[in-house]
Structures are given as C-alpha cells and as structure tokens.
C-alpha cells in the first residue's frame, strides 16, 4: 500500500526565509504533484514531476524528485506572507490518476 | 485546463437524509474522481467514476453509500447516503487533464462543503 509522508506537518516561517519540505513515498510511482490549499478553498496545481532528477520552478517556490530516495521537495526562497496556505504532495498511486496524498504542510510566513 | 463546477458549494444536512453532489467539467474527460476532506485533514479517493461503467471505490467505501453517476464525459454526480455526523467534509471532484494536451495535471473542483447535524 502506497504511503505518503510529509513534514514538517506545521511551518511557522519568517518572511524572506528559506525552507524545505519533504515529502517521501513508499512505493514507485511515476508522478508526484504538489498543491496548495488556501483556507475555505480547493486545490492549486502548482507541480508536476514526471521524472527522476525533474526541477521545476514557479517564483519563489521550487520543487524536485528523486526517485531512487522516493523523496520530493518544496523549496521555498525567501518567503512572503502570501505564501501562508497549505501545501499537500500527492503520489499517482498506479498511472491511473488515483493520487495518494500527503498529510499536508500548514505553512505560516510571519511579517 | 478544464473548468470545474460543483453544486451546492456548501449545504447543511439532517442525519439519515441523502445529498446529491453535480460535478461539471467545461470540456470532455475520460475519468473524473470523487475526494473527501474531512475537517483538517488530507484528501482521501472515494472512487473513480468513467462513463459508461460502474465507478470503482477504493478500500472503505461502498456504492450504497456512496452511489454515483457519470452519465456523459462532462458530468458526474455523487450521493451521500444515509447521512451521519462522521460525513461532515468536503468533497471534490477532480479530472485528469484532456487528452492530446495533456499537462499531466489533476484538477479540482472548488470543492462542497457538507455539515451534518
């Protein structure tokens, strides 16, 4: 059975910071996403690795995989408030789109 | 990407009674999925719903309780059964991304939030 673990499950940053989250997987899989959750709202896309070795980057946020490690991370480069939300990684269970997600990383960035 | 709709966005619910949650995509799709966030927790699979088939449910969820409908490539409806306080959650639907284009991404819906009393 495929598991997903995230941490840290709590982040209290302060802005212009830098740090990780980790998201490691228990079985092979062939995709890894990464989402955010703002409160009272559903899912945003912000990743999707396909690849080992795959870096993809969107402002200051940056996200990898290693698939050999079966690990993923969310960098995130100097922090600003707007990035206080929730952030979940999720697994393709068997390339049939059924995503096992992480507990979730509930990210405050502190003025 | 695909516009997703759901209906209702929220809706406060007796015990025992049955809601019927809509799921609209702006374009066709083969498979949409049915999530379930309960409160402050991660999302868990209900099933995968593809048209002209029966869904399939993951481990811990049945169609009596669950039952759902796909009726065309743009739609999906899931009941919640026989409502108790436990199914108190949001629940999403999603889609892969359309064929051809494919930006390997999964899409939600903005999600409906349930309360049962």
């Known amino acids: 059975e495929l598991k997903v673990e995230q941490n840290p499950l709590f982040l209290s940053m302060q802005e212009g910071k830098n740090y990780t989250i980790y998201c490691n997987y228990s079985?092979?899989?062939?995709?890894l996403y990464w989402y955010r959750q703002d409160p009272g709202k559903s899912l945003e896309s912000l990743f999707v690795?396909?690849?080992?070795?795959a870096v993809k980057q969107e402002g200051r946020l940056m996200a990898s995989l290693d698939t050999k490690a079966r690990l993923s991370t969310l960098h995130i480069t100097a922090a600003v408030h707007d990035l206080s939300a929730t952030y979940f990684c999720?697994?393709?269970?068997?390339?049939?789109?059924?995503?096992?997600f992480g507990a979730g990383t509930i990210l405050r960035v502190k003025s | 990407s695909a516009v997703i709709s759901q209906k209702p966005s929220r809706d406060i619910c007796q015990r025992g009674t049955s809601l019927t949650i809509q799921c609209q995509v702006d374009?066709?799709?083969?498979?949409m999925f049915w999530y379930r966030q309960q409160p402050g927790q991660s999302l868990t699979l209900i099933a995968t719903?593809?048209?002209?088939?029966?869904?399939?449910?993951e481990s811990g969820f049945v169609i009596d309780k669950f039952p759902i409908s796909r009726p065309n490539l743009t739609f999906s409806t899931l009941t919640v059964s026989n409502m108790s306080p436990e199914d108190s959650s949001i629940y999403l639907c999603?889609?892969?991304?359309?064929?051809?284009?494919?930006?390997?991404?999964?899409?939600f819906g903005p999600g409906t939030r349930l309360t049962v009393l």
């Open positions: 719903a593809n048209q002209g088939s029966e869904a399939t449910y």
């Open positions: 374009s066709q799709v083969t498979m």
């Open positions: 999720a697994v393709d269970r068997e390339y049939g789109n059924k995503l096992v």
């Open positions: 079985t092979t899989s062939d995709r």
């Open positions: 690795l396909l690849s080992n070795g």
């Open positions: 999603s889609v892969e991304d359309l064929p051809g284009i494919s930006t390997d991404t999964q899409y």
